[in-house]
């Protein structure tokens, strides 16, 4: 053999590997190239947060100190938003928590003039979560008494602070019954069994574990893509009076675990609420309502697919044909992990099929909340997705290290003490969020041009919000560890909204729809504020009307079955709408 | 079909060749048929039947286009199908084409990187590392997607170490698993971390499919023991400063490199076709004259 053959083989190998790895940085640093020009969309989102008083920025969970190889990432979750008016004024107020071991979180009352004042000390919220760290905040109706409560989870146990009617809360997690223990990122209220009452789901992530003190260490996933070692589902009853109870069987749900988002929604029109479980570490769980209380477990229809780590579930009829789809977030961080986030739909013959690939909302790196709402209030809602995960060193990643244990068997990987230390490194951090534009057919990226093309932070909930009753819709970002962003819309165009307050059925109204039918279009939307990753949006139904402001009729369809024709309607305002204590079953 | 097959193959002597039952082949391809029905079946590993057939399709017609047009022989496609199915299984994406452009890349590698009428790259290494620097947006290495089951781990051990001790290759995985672990115990020694930690890739199914499907082909690996155990051993060795380096899929990497010195390990070996050749059976194109 001659020399030179031998040297050739060494030098394509050189090659190769020296211009594929050129290649991939060329590749990473194209997804974080600097944003384009701001200008030419129907909206205009200015990032606002200290200008309106919310300038805050949570803690971050610290784990015990036996975990500190796994801080990072145990303190990568935990902050929440909620936007809630909690002293019945009208004008929407925002709740964040605070997930350090006694933290403060915020409660911002709003000042009807644009700007917000903390108000979680008077209110008794501030230190809400005791010794604890907060996480999900849910705030619903429990007694139908036209007031707020709040049920927060922690790091530890669950509370429940009734909401007195002064604007301040009490403490009544013993006698409520919602003492749940366990890690949980994932809650949401429906009236299962149509008694007029919001009954609780919480969902947990890790296997009952205290990570302040912890006596078991192998509470992390015994697989990537098909872990079952998780925390359990539970639903609570309500029994009446701010009392609840667990249901017996648990409405046949399967606790798996490594839930991260309680999705709720009449996904097929049957008038019955469902529930879709976005999961971390394997497929997600959908349960149809049947009725009566029964659910069917019809998560085999999801179960089959590529991406492994649901995380937000944001449910809207995008596409206005009357009919809701899931949007699931997941990882996409080539070439890494290749997950992508998915739009499920319901489908004539009984399958979920997934349109997000078709709709260019596949991809969003690694996503977190996600939330659709009518920003340019033309009838069409668009898509705000946050994400990135941790945003360490920028010089030092995490990859090599979780695609390490991510392959690890499962006893290896389960043992939390076995993970490699995460130190300063980052891991899918630094991500420019997504701000998809619905054009009717098919979505387009529009951050760089919105004013959210700058924002790198660690995004988890995103809620909606109608600061100002003006009909436009502004968003919070909550980010770990990082300051609270408010993005305000300062956008136009014509509107309805409804304020629903049940009779018969829950006073939230969770669960009723709206029809608005214009000349030549039919909108639908459906209250169902806690939907999406640790976030609650204002809690009233917005529609953009587009160039038809003419609203020909609305029509209600109530949980309890009443359907209520709405005809008149001015556009430019919100209509409150009460149920009529009439019956007129139209199920 | 014999004219075109005439026309195809011109004036050399029109020979197929079989395989002959002893071909440790077969056993590789029950092992790898096994894995890939297991993928296909197990919803955690995302895999879609469209994707095991242009896997085996771009593999197979591949190899044979290019081995009639350029070396004027039918062979009965064995040293195809097997890679076809391992990179089934070993590529992860969830789109179809990339199965078949990782099967293209690693076939034309193995008639056009060749060296003394011999190629130098194992193809499956080279289809899955240019997959995964030039196609990354769509390629991973889906080492993930394997459970813990012990019939699976049983399944692919036994069968894994009883084709590379039919192939003769059993020294190159036992150096490479030596110094593997070794590296990991150095690893574990320096960083302060669990010598478990750092030995996990043992744990996986994909690491034994990598030293008894990948590293130890008799096509693309020396053919002296004393080398053979060299060549293992510097994979290891290879593989171990990589992972240091944090290094994503450093083993794949590793080989690569060390193919890359694969001519230099055959100096002085004897030249075709005195080493490794598959058991083969050679017989006339049916209705040659």
Known sequence: ?587 | MKSFARRLLGRVPPVVHYPTLADPRFISVTLLSGLALYALLTPAFGRHPAQLAASVLAWVAADALLLILYQKVLLVPLSALVPSLAAFVLVDSPHVWPYAAVGAAAILSKHFLRIDGRHVFNPLNFGLVTGLLFLGDSVAFGIARFGDSPWLFAWTVSLGALVTWRSGRLDIALSYAATFLAGAAVRSFLSGGRFLTAASPATNIVFYMYAFHMMTDPKTTPDTRSRRIVFGALVGLVDAVLRWNGVVNAPLYALFVVLGLLPFFRKGEAALPGSFVWRLRSAPLPGAR
């Not at chain 1, 099929?353 to 009838?379: H, M, P, Q, R, V």
């Open chain 1, 1 to 587: 053999m001659k020399p030179a053959p031998r040297y050739a083989a060494l030098a394509v190998a050189a090659a190769v590997l020296g211009l594929g790895f050129w290649t991939r940085g060329r590749l990473a640093s194209r997804h974080g190239a600097p944003p384009a020009a701001a200008g030419g969309q129907g909206f205009r989102l200015t990032e606002a947060a200290s200008a309106s008083g919310l300038g805050y920025t949570p803690g971050r969970f610290a784990p015990h100190p036996s975990l500190a190889n796994l801080a990072p990432r145990l303190g990568s979750l935990g902050v929440s938003v909620a936007v809630v008016d909690f002293d019945g004024d009208g004008w929407q107020d925002v709740f964040v928590s605070d997930p350090a071991r006694g933290g403060r979180n915020r409660l911002f009352r709003n000042r009807r003039d644009g700007t917000f004042v903390d108000a979680a000390a008077s209110a008794g919220l501030a230190t809400a979560a005791g010794e604890a760290g907060a996480m999900r905040a849910l705030f619903f109706d429990s007694r139908n008494a036209g007031r707020q409560d709040l049920l927060l989870t922690t790091s530890s146990c669950a509370v429940f602070f009734a909401n007195r009617g002064d604007g301040t809360f009490r403490d009544e997690t013993a006698r409520s019954g919602l003492r749940h223990c366990g890690v949980s990122y994932a809650a949401n209220v429906l009236d299962f069994d149509g008694d007029g009452r919001l009954d609780v789901v919480i969902a947990d992530y890790f296997k009952p574990v205290d990570l302040a003190r912890p006596s078991d260490y192998e509470f992390m996933p015994d697989s990537a893509v098909a872990a079952r070692n998780g925390g359990p589902i539970v639903v609570y009853r309500n029994m009446g009076d701010g009392v609840f109870r667990p249901v017996a069987g648990n409405l046949g749900i399967v606790s798996r675990g490594w839930t991260l988002a309680v999705g709720a929604y009449d996904l097929r029109g049957t008038g019955r609420t469902d529930l879709y479980f976005a999961t971390d570490f394997n497929s997600d769980q959908v349960y149809l309502n049947e009725g009566g209380g029964r659910f069917r477990n019809a998560s085999r229809l999801v179960e089959d697919k590529y991406s492994r780590n649901g995380m937000s579930a944001e449910i809207a009829d995008v596409d206005n044909d009357g009919r809701a789809a899931v949007y699931v977030t997941n990882i996409h961080a080539p070439p890494y992990a290749l997950g992508t986030n998915m739009l499920w739909k319901w489908m004539p013959g009984g399958l979920f099929a997934d349109a997000a690939g078709d709709l260019g909302i596949a991809e969003c790196g690694w996503s977190w909340g996600a939330k659709f709402l009518d920003l340019d209030n033309d009838g069409l809602q668009d898509l705000v997705v946050t994400n990135g995960y941790i945003s360490a060193d920028p010089n030092k990643d995490y990859w090599f290290e979780s695609g390490l244990m991510g392959s690890a068997a499962g006893r290896v990987m389960r043992d939390a003490r076995n993970w490699p230390p995460m130190g300063r490194a980052s891991l899918a951090g630094r991500q420019k969020k997504c701000v998809f534009r619905n054009e009717g057919w098919r979505f387009t990226d529009v951050a760089d041009k919105t004013g959210w093309a700058d924002d790198r932070s660690d995004g988890r909930g995103l809620a909606a919000i109608d600061h100002l009753n003006n009909g436009s819709l502004s968003l919070v970002e909550a980010n770990e560890g990082q300051p609270l962003r408010f993005y305000r819309n300062d956008g136009g165009g014509s509107w309805v909204g409804f304020k629903l307050v049940g009779r018969r059925s829950n006073r939230d109204a969770f669960g009723a729809r709206v029809q608005v039918r214009l000349k030549d279009k039919t909108l639908s939307r459906e209250v169902q504020p806690a939907n999406g990753f640790m976030a609650q949006s204002d809690g009233r139904l917005h529609f953009g009307l587009g160039r038809e402001p003419e609203i020909l009729e609305a029509v209600v369809r109530w949980p309890s079955g009443t359907e209520q024709r709405l005809e008149g309607l001015a556009p430019g305002r919100y209509h409150l709408v009460e149920e009529p204590e009439d019956p007129a079953p139209a199920r």
